[in-house]
């Protein structure tokens, strides 16, 4: 019986622990810097990147935030909201591809922001938007790697990406997903849907079918009256005729 009970003891105590595991697993992943949404649309236009950076540290406040966009796949037209107590240095880079759109051609994009004059404390996040113009439509991801700075002088490097099949890394850095665009509305319609909507479409912008529907009518009309009044004094000469 004393054994039974040390060995409930026991896997009480492992449950608890393993436990513990994981719920200091789930902070630390809950604690990591990330940006929303988590996915848009490839070409995506006229949108903002909302980077959430939370505090990790329990004795220090994050004091300076580091993003870097990738210049490979750029992300055109970025532009910084202020954030309050934050001051926000954009730095831009020339691009080994320039990239034409529909405005001219596109020779430099913004590589790295930089926050800084803040402060982030324990049990605390901050969240930075940035809008963008246009996102790239030639990748499936862009990963934003993330330097944060604490007021004791340590760096936090969120910088290691996922790969595909394997556990998450300790230090990922803020990923956004692209997903291929929405196909048009117009094009999901059947063949059959869209000859019937032109049929219809073709009959009520169509005066003269109109008219000549109601001519033809019209004139039944007055062929069946006629008929009728022949019948009515063929019937009355036969009366009379016996008479």
């Known amino acids: 019986m004393f054994s039974a009970r040390i060995t409930l003891r026991r896997a009480g105590v492992v449950t608890g622990l393993t436990a513990a595991g994981v719920l200091a697993a ?28 939370p505090n990790e540290e329990d004795t220090a406040s994050t004091t300076k935030v580091q993003v870097f966009l990738p210049t490979d796949h750029p992300v055109l037209g970025v532009l910084v909201t202020p954030e309050e107590g934050w001051t926000a240095k954009v730095t831009t880079t020339e691009l080994k591809t320039p990239i034409k ?10 590589s790295e922001i930089t926050w800084t004059g803040g402060r982030i404390r324990n049990g605390e996040y901050e969240d930075f938007d940035v809008a963008f113009g246009q996102l790239p439509d030639n990748t499936d991801q862009l990963a934003f790697k993330t330097l944060q700075t604490y007021s004791d002088g340590n760096v936090v490097r969120w910088i290691e ?27 999901s319609a059947s063949p059959s849907a869209a000859a019937s909507v032109k049929s219809d479409a073709g009959q009520a912008s169509d ?7 109601r001519g033809l009518g019209i004139a039944g009309l007055i062929v069946g009256v006629l008929g009728l ?10 009366r009379t005729s016996r008479s």
């Open 229 to 238: 009044a022949a019948a009515a004094f063929a019937l009355v000469r036969t």
């Open 101 to 110: 759109t529909d405005d001219g051609t596109i020779t430099d994009a913004v």
């Open 207 to 213: 005066p003269a079918s109109d008219s000549t529907a």
């Open 161 to 187: 990406t996922a790969q595909e099949g394997q556990d998450e890394p300790e230090n990922p850095a803020p990923t956004l997903k692209l997903t291929a665009a929405a196909a048009d509305e117009g094009a």
């Open 26 to 53: 789930a902070g630390a992943a809950s604690a990591h810097v990330t940006v929303h949404p988590e996915s848009y649309a490839k070409g995506a236009t006229d949108g903002v990147l909302t980077f959430r950076v």
